[in-house]
T-cell receptor
């Protein structure tokens, strides 16, 4: 298995809702990442998990809460989002948190209404 | 501030021609660079990488050149095909207080005319 799987592919949520994005990989990668991508912009790093521990938080608002239950799974819990949080949320993984290319999932297209 | 940027936002080439996509970076301490391709509705896809101890690396139809003196990176695609149409991002891997992270440049959209 050489893929990163993200679910759901599309999500519409209200500003008072709580939802979660899920990411899964079975490549034995020990680093996982969340990126946010707005239309016609590059992906922006949100969080880095290294060996299941949060190592980098790029000053992301607390309404985004990451979780890494085990080495294969990465979640992003969403609560009280704003319409400007609407974007494509990308998950990625790499062998180790070092200089290696990432494998990206296809993303979750999130719309906050 | 530090950034990874691109000279051209769009590039249009004829099918069969060679394409060159350029990128400038500002962090001289960066030692690993990657090119990604992103097609509509998909996540970025790894194309090729290069470490700072190299100035050229070749893959299948793609070549990456690194000029550390002027902090410039380029991606060359030989015999460009319609399937090469996508947005191309250069990315820089750098060390932060928490560890390694990859920062993306602005992107170049490549159009291939049949």
């Amino acid at each position: 298995d050489t893929e990163v799987t993200q679910t759901p592919k599309h999500l519409v949520m209200g500003m008072t809702n709580k939802k979660s994005l899920k990411c899964e990989q079975h490549m034995g990668h020990r680093a996982m990442y969340w990126y946010k991508q707005k239309a016609k912009k590059p992906p922006e790093l949100m969080f880095v998990y290294s060996y299941e521990k949060l190592s980098i938080n790029e000053s992301v608002p607390s309404r985004f809460s990451p979780e890494c239950p085990n080495s294969s799974l990465l979640n992003l819990h969403l609560h009280a989002l704003q319409p400007e949080d609407s974007a494509l949320y990308l998950c990625a993984s790499s062998q180790v948190p070092d200089s290696y290319g990432y494998t990206f999932g296809s993303g979750t297209r999130l719309t906050v209404v | 501030g530090e950034s990874v940027g691109l000279h051209l936002p769009t590039l249009s080439v004829q099918e069969g021609d060679n394409s060159i996509i350029n990128c400038a970076y500002s962090n001289s301490a960066s030692d690993y660079f990657i090119w990604y391709k992103q097609e509509s509705g998909k996540g970025p896809q790894f194309i090729i990488d290069i470490r700072s101890n190299m100035d050229k690396r070749q893959g299948q139809r793609v070549t990456v050149l690194l000029n550390k003196t002027v902090k410039h990176l380029s991606l060359q695609i030989a015999a460009t095909q319609p399937g090469d149409s996508a947005v191309y991002f250069c990315a820089e891997n750098r060390v932060d207080t928490g560890g390694f992270k990859t920062i993306f440049g602005a992107g170049t959209r490549l159009f291939v005319k049949a």
